[in-house]
DNA sequence: ATGCACTCTATAGTAACTATAGGGTCAACA
DNA sequence: TGTTGACCCTATAGTTACTATAGAGTGCAT
């Protein structure tokens, strides 16, 4: 994809296949503020830039740390901003590797409890099985 | 609450603060199928009996291991129609686990980068915390 | 000129609720 | 008896991070 001034310029489905996110999902980033708005091609097509691939490969990496996409914004404006705003990016790093602890946690507590269950109704039974009853927790007397 | 029959019944609000569920939340519930619509009084509130709050108590537990609405439906069906489909609830409760696992294990993958980024990043420091470039990931040569 | 892949916008659906608007009900108190 | 205030009603829209669909236009190759 060439433009008038003949810069390189990245389709939708371009950048949609150099960065593995669905086309969709790229218009979608762009619609609530995450993605920049690239300029369009005399057609109306999108012509994405290789910075518009940066920043979607950051969203990504950040994402897959498990950042929200409002974290992320908070994040791409920091980037923006440099230098003495880095202990803003640390606050929220730290807030969210908080999250995530507190998340596992009772994620943990779950699996126990659902282990537990399990084990009382072994495989081959098929009366007796207690799932349904701890779950009702009658004290049907 | 009382009814024509004498009967004692929950208003909404009864339920609510017996089982800790917002009055929004009951209703919702009720909307997608999962607690069986009360009969009304003349006024049209909802009147519900003690089978109400022991489903409503169910939904709970479940929501509290982690059960998805659509699976709590499912082991609702389950306990009605009792002791031959045991295994489908086992069945249910075994995926559901494994579930669990693996959102716990992505988790702890996040857990661990998050942790080496701060890491990077001493509190004290203003300038080089390595946490938007590491996502950057420039080769910016 | 026509076919095909690609792109465009706008809208609705997903899960599990929460929030809001605009109204009706009911028991008690003056 | 009137009215206050707490409670209840329905319907609709918003939340998060997308996905799916409809209906239409673009661009390149044959």
Not at 23 to 47: D, F, H, N, Q, S
Request: with cysteine; aromatic share 8%.
């Amino acid at each position: 994809m060439v433009n008038k001034k003949n810069h390189l310029f990245y389709s939708i489905g371009d950048l949609s296949k150099s960065t593995g996110t669905k086309v969709v999902t790229i218009r979608y980033y762009e619609k609530i503020g995450l993605l920049p708005e690239p300029p369009r091609t005399e057609g109306g097509y999108r012509a994405y830039t290789k910075k518009h691939q940066e920043i979607l490969f950051f969203i990504i990496r950040s994402r897959a740390l498990g950042f929200s996409l409002i974290e992320i914004q908070n994040l791409l404006k920091l980037s923006e901003n440099d230098i003495l705003l880095n202990q803003d990016v640390l606050t929220i790093t730290k807030n969210h590797l908080e999250n995530i602890r507190s998340k596992i946690s009772s994620l943990q507590k779950m699996e126990t409890s659902l282990k537990n269950l399990i084990k009382e109704c072994p495989d081959g039974k098929i009366s007796g099985c207690g799932i349904i009853d701890s779950l009702n927790n009658y004290s049907d007397t």
